[in-house]
């Protein structure tokens, strides 16, 4: 009795210890995602999403969804799993990296791209072994190439004195994302900052004048304002003759005379 009790215990270790060996085995081979470019094109064309694979096995299956807006899966492995054929296609090809490791790559493919189009996509790997939080997976983002514009902007004409702060504020939008450049002047030459906001600070005279803000993202047109910033300072005075000779008892007129500057310097 003792023996039989002996065997079947065992008998239960062996299993806890082949089962901790193949969940060990299953997660030292989980399969890993690599980069996965966002794409931006123009209306109209086909989009194409890589998803690159390392360390796939038979027990694993590498799947496509859109997940914003709205969810929808799209294929598993090299097969379709949605009907409509006239939007995606998938294809998976298998290549041999130099170090003689092979890269599985499941590409999804978006027919001829519209605005219904724009959205994230997700790369997913599921693995029969591994419980679903250890999936991998990676997102990308598909967009519709759109010239910048610019959203809001700060006021475009302000006053202000020497010594004081000012702050510009130009925000941008497009596809793919703009760059904002500031600029002193209308020649474009003179960069002053990058970013939505431009911060200037303990003013000068000299710092009167034009600003530009120019989003650019490589999509024509670009998109511009122009700000218009006025430095005020306190009245000078100045006298071009400070002494005024008179003989005694002439009682002829002396013309004394005063310049008034008024510091101003604006560009309207």
């Known amino acids: 009795m003792k023996q039989q009790k002996s065997l079947k215990g065992l008998t239960i270790v062996s299993l806890i210890l082949l089962t901790l060996v193949f969940q060990v085995s299953a997660e030292s081979t989980i399969p890993s995602i690599g980069v996965i470019a966002n794409a931006t094109v123009d209306e109209g064309d086909d989009v194409y999403l890589d998803c690159p694979i ?3 096995t038979a027990a694993s299956k590498v799947q496509w969804f859109r ?15 949605t009907k409509n054929t006239e939007k995606y296609g998938v294809r998976a090809t298998t290549t041999t990296s130099v170090k003689q490791q092979e890269l599985n790559t499941v590409t999804l493919i978006i027919k001829h791209a ?6 994230r996509y997700r790369c997913r790997v599921l693995i029969s072994q591994v419980s679903y939080p250890r999936w991998p997976s990676k997102d990308a983002f598909v967009s519709i190439a759109a010239p910048p514009m610019i959203l809001s902007v700060s006021n475009t004409k302000m006053v202000s004195a ?11 939008y497009g596809a793919p994302e703009p760059t ?4 002193k002047g ?3 030459t003179n960069i002053m900052g990058h970013g939505e906001v431009l911060h200037l600070e ?6 009167g ?14 998109a511009m304002e122009t700000y218009h910033i006025t430095i005020e300072q306190e009245p000078m005075c100045s006298a071009p003759q400070l002494h005024v000779m008179q003989a005694k008892n002439i009682f002829q007129p002396a013309l004394m005379t005063c310049h008034v500057t008024e510091n101003k310097e604006n560009i309207p």
């Open 209 to 222: 004048g034009e600003y530009r803000c120019e989003v650019d993202n490589g999509v024509p047109p670009k």
């Open 180 to 183: 904002i450049t500031w600029y």
């Open 186 to 188: 209308d020649a474009g």
């Open 54 to 56: 390392t360390n796939k």
């Open 67 to 81: 997940v914003l807006p709205g969810y929808l899966h799209i294929s598993n492995d090299g097969s379709l799993v």
């Open 114 to 119: 519209s605005n219904a189009d724009v959205g």
């Open 162 to 172: 020497v010594g004081e702060d000012v702050t510009l504020t130009c925000r941008g």
């Open 202 to 207: 303990n003013l000068r005279a000299g710092d």
